[in-house]
């Protein structure tokens, strides 16, 4: 079975600095992994995804991020990051069984100073 | 597209009573899966559906829990009876297929007195 680690369950940065969320997964066979964010009282939105192919994967709002095999990780990065980026943050991997069941890191919690 | 619809947005029940929860997937996707989040516990995987029959119910916590999905274009969760511990944010999502990714809905609200 697959699992999903977030290990920072709030991150505090300055607006304009860079972001960085770390996400480890484990899985035995390759994953498909995903980002999302959840704003307040809001549903989950997809900010990017990796099936296969290039490792670094750019998603939308500026967002990407990388895959590393070797580290068994998936962390999202934003270069600047602005006062509307607050929100939670939802590492998730996928596994093919006749659909896409993803299981859910604990997510991370993200706030701006202004 | 109007994404995945969920209602009610919000329900207030009191405990022992029948809650239903409703669910209309994307047009054209046929998995759809039902997720309940909580503080204590995150996003669970309750149930998902593919090409509506149920895959995988494993994840529903016990026999007051039951979901249909009578067509392509409709599901519904139920509760009953409900309890106070069942108070979470319920969440539809659909996809197509198993190499896209999942659309959510806006979530039903579910407080339990």
């Known amino acids: 079975a697959q699992s999903v680690t977030q290990p920072d369950i709030h991150i505090t940065v300055s607006e304009g600095a860079s972001l960085e969320l770390r996400c480890n997964y484990s899985?035995?066979?390759?994953?498909?992994l995903f980002w999302y964010v959840q704003s307040p009282g809001q549903g989950l939105q997809l900010l990017l995804k990796?099936?296969?192919?290039?490792?670094l994967v750019q998603g939308i709002k500026g967002f990407e991020a990388e895959f590393k095999r070797s580290q068994s990780s998936f962390n999202l990065r934003k270069p600047s990051v602005h006062w509307s980026d607050a929100a939670e943050y939802f590492c998730?991997?996928?596994?093919?069984?006749?659909?896409?069941?993803?299981?859910f890191g604990q997510g991370t919690r993200l706030t701006i100073n202004p | 597209d109007a994404g995945v619809i969920q209602s009610p947005r919000h329900e207030v029940t009191e405990m022992g009573q029948e809650v239903t929860l409703r669910c209309k997937p994307i047009?054209?996707?046929?998995?759809l899966f039902w997720y309940r989040q909580t503080m204590m516990r995150g996003l669970e995987l309750l149930i998902y559906f593919n090409n509506n029959v149920p895959i995988d119910d494993s994840g529903m916590p016990e026999d007051r829990f039951s979901a249909k999905m009578p067509n392509a274009s409709f599901s519904t969760l139920k509760i009953q009876p409900s309890e106070p511990r069942d108070s979470a944010v319920y969440f539809c999502?659909?996809?197509?297929?198993?190499?896209?990714?999942?659309?959510f809905g806006q979530g039903t609200r579910l407080t339990v007195v």
């Open positions: 990796y099936f296969s192919g290039d490792t």
């Open positions: 999502a659909s996809s197509f297929g198993g190499r896209t990714e999942a659309f």
């Open positions: 047009s054209g996707h046929n998995s």
């Open positions: 899985y035995g066979a390759t994953p498909y």
């Open positions: 998730a991997v996928g596994a093919i069984q006749g659909a896409q069941k993803l299981v």
